[in-house]
């Protein structure tokens, strides 16, 4: 398993935010908190980073992912009822954009924190 040891740091740090807060907020409000609790454990982070989008050659828009953690996870913020096909295509095209090899989208909406993992 890739990056297992950061991916499960990421997670706890999920877990102590989802304790904290509680399920029912807004995503935006359980990225922040991600984003507080893992710059205090040290580990590094960008948040809503940009990249370019190119179609044969040609810039076509920016994708900004919620978090780039260490340079080798993205992590995808969600308040969703369950995961579904689009939300793993669309980290798939995240991965394929941005060059990274692993993406870990975390569901806030429950009492029991969930994530799924996804590779390249």
Do not use: C
Request: glycine share 8%; net charge neutral; proline share 2%.
């Amino acid at each position: 398993m890739i990056h297992s040891e950061l991916s499960e740091k990421v997670i706890g740090a999920a877990m102590r935010v989802l304790n904290e807060l509680k399920p029912g907020l807004d995503e935006k409000i359980y990225e922040n908190a991600l984003v507080h609790e893992l710059r205090g454990t040290g580990i590094p982070l960008e948040q809503q980073r940009q990249f370019d989008v190119r179609y044969k050659g040609q810039q076509v828009g920016l994708l900004i992912p919620d978090l780039i953690v260490a340079g080798q996870i993205i992590v995808d913020v969600k308040v969703v009822s369950a995961f579904n096909e689009s939300h793993i295509a669309q980290m798939i095209g995240y991965l394929a954009i941005t060059g990274l090899d692993l993406g870990i989208l975390i569901n806030f909406k429950n009492a029991k924190l969930e994530w799924k993992r996804i590779v390249r």
